[in-house]
């Protein structure tokens, strides 16, 4: 089956500095990939859209410049929290689109950022 | 704006149950509904996929329905079993392929 990886799975940084998540689809090439952000005991709300070769689309409520996105390939899109805060503490999760056929989104194994 | 909503919010069942969770949503025009499964501090397992078109779906222990009219949708799962723990969520996709996740199910059994 289908599989997408997240890098780092966990990462600890200090307030103010920026982190860089890469979310990759392994055996399949996804023009969409999308990025999600889930608060504990809460659901996955989506951030944004990450579509390759064009701008990422971001859902209301989300701050284009403190979550940069950048799909750069058929098979990767990074996310980069800028000066991460506390508050951005979360655990981050992309998933990948594969159109070959059944419109599938396909869900990375998540990303757990603790910003101290 | 769709919303999902799941009830319960968190079940405790003893091994060997049958289960019945809910899902419902409010903006019917979705193409087709998820149920996913997450372990702690992991990532997303799909269960089952319903197309808007079909009524529902079985793979194994595990049987959902779609009410698309009616902004509905039940996971059945049979003869429950501790590995069964998890929370559950389901996803109705709209446009844009977006998914709208629900507030999930937090399911114990117990032996």
């Known amino acids: 089956g289908a599989v997408v990886s997240q890098h780092p799975s966990r990462v600890i940084c200090k307030s103010g500095t920026s982190v860089k998540i890469e979310c990759r689809s392994l055996?399949?090439?996804?023009?969409?990939m999308f990025w999600y952000r889930q608060f504990p005991k809460q659901s996955l709300m989506l951030m944004a859209t990450s579509n390759e070769g064009s701008k990422a689309t971001y859902e209301q409520g989300v701050e284009k410049d403190k979550f940069l996105i950048n799909h750069a390939s058929l098979t990767l899109s990074t996310l980069t929290v800028t000066s991460a805060h506390p508050e951005d503490s979360s655990f981050y999760i992309c998933?990948?689109?594969?159109?070959?056929?059944?419109?599938?989104?396909?869900f990375g194994p998540g990303t757990r950022l603790t910003v101290l | 704006k769709q919303e999902v909503t799941q009830i319960p919010a968190a079940l405790s069942v003893p091994e060997g149950e049958n289960l019945v969770l809910n899902c419902s949503f409010t903006?019917?025009?979705?193409?087709?509904l998820q149920w996913f499964r997450q372990d702690p501090g992991k990532g997303l397992t799909s269960l089952l996929l319903i197309q808007s078109s079909q009524r529902e779906q079985t793979s194994g222990r595990l049987n959902a329905s779609l009410d698309k009219s009616s902004g509905r949708s039940t996971l059945y799962i049979a003869a429950s079993q501790p590995g069964d723990s998890a929370t559950y969520l389901c996803a109705p996709l709209g446009g844009g392929n977006k998914l709208t996740f629900g507030t999930g199910t937090q399911l114990k059994v117990e032996l």
């Open positions: 998933s990948a689109l594969d159109r070959g056929g059944t419109d599938t989104q396909y």
């Open positions: 903006d019917s025009a979705i193409y087709n």
């Open positions: 055996d399949f090439q996804a023009t969409t």
